[in-house]
């Protein structure tokens, strides 16, 4: 028993010891007031990681958003040009999701493209 309760010891201080740092830091974020304004811009920031993020929807690359969208290669480089397209940029090719493409889409519908 008292060999269990020596390893619990240990662990705590081991959490204890790990604590530390990070109640450092919250202490400073508090005093410097940078604590409130990142919880007045948590919308704004928890969009961009929901943005940011792989979602449950495919990933589609060239050939596919091109047949998507009823773009030629010359003009989807020119929507990313003027910025009407933003890929993702993750390991490997650019992509995007469907859902990034809906303006585009409609516009394609518009104008009889697709």
């Known amino acids: 028993m008292l060999k269990h309760i020596e390893s619990l010891d240990g662990r705590l201080q081991s959490i204890e010891e790990n604590l530390r740092p990070i109640a450092a830091v919250a202490i400073s974020l508090i005093k410097s007031g940078l604590l409130e304004q990142l919880a007045e ?5 928890a969009a961009f990681i929901r943005r940011s993020f792989p979602k449950d929807e495919p ?31 993750w390991e490997g090719p650019d992509f995007f999701y469907p859902s990034d493409l809906e303006e585009e889409r409609k516009e394609s519908k518009r104008r009889g493209r697709i």
Do not use: Q
């Open 59 to 89: 990933k589609m690359h060239l050939p596919e958003v091109l047949k998507y969208l009823g773009f030629s290669e010359r003009t989807y480089y020119r929507r990313i040009a003027d910025g009407k397209l933003t890929p993702r940029k």
């Open 41 to 45: 811009y948590l919308p704004e920031i």
